[in-house]
């Protein structure tokens, strides 16, 4: 009563209980905990899917997908080259002609965080010509299309871990970058430098981080499978 008013200000008794049952999970269990059973879709084909963007210059530069067909793995990207419009909306335009060419309710696309939802959203509006509004949340709405960071690992899990971040559950899991500095920061700084120098060892650097991005959220959604099972 006679202390800080302002401490944990305008955090309610289930934000209270939810940060208790994490300090608890950190502490003492030190383990992830799943709330309920997860099942995924099994689909012929699975898109792990991750974008760059340089929000300065409000720019989408990479598109990057790993696709898993069985036991067929290939990485996918569609990037622009140069800073220019006809440049974003080709790759843009590239991303869903891949994605149309596969086979109708048949793939199953997984990304981390509402980012891309969002982004795409907005590619939308500036490239009308490319795809519809109602293609773009179809797309999202299909229950095939998950959001592993609000849809499950928010709603249906707890981690023994300070941040939820894809790089933070990917390492406590095992999975390392190849990058020994990996960030979406310096991704942006290393794009920058490839218009600049047109320097294939930079781009190759670009893309090996959007793989590895692509493959953290891979390997956390089969990790997710095989703790489930427990």
Known sequence: KNGNSK????????????ALERARIFCEIKKPVFCEK??????????????????????????GVYERNGNDEDFKYFIAEELSEDEEKKAWSDFWKYINSLPENDFTVYYYSPYEKT???????????????????KFFENQNVIDLYNDVILKK???????????????????????????????????????KKKDEKILKRILEYNEDDCMA?????????????K
């Open 7 to 18: 401490f944990l200000y305008n955090i309610g008794k289930s934000g209270l209980c939810k």
């Open 119 to 137: 982004t795409y959203k907005v590619l939308q509006k500036k490239y009308p010509d490319v795809i519809s509004e109602e293609e773009v949340v």
């Open 157 to 195: 899990t707890d981690w023994p871990l300070g941040s939820y971040s894809i790089k933070a559950i990917a390492q406590y899991l095992g999975f390392n970058w190849r990058d020994k500095t990996p960030s979406g920061a310096l991704s942006i700084q290393w794009f920058n430098e490839y218009l």
């Open 217 to 229: 959220t891979m390997v956390l959604k089969d990790e997710i499978e095989k703790l489930n099972l």
């Open 38 to 63: 997860i099942e995924f879709s099994k689909t012929k084909y699975e898109l792990f899917f991750d974008i760059e963007t340089d929000p300065t210059q409000e720019f989408v530069y990479l598109h």
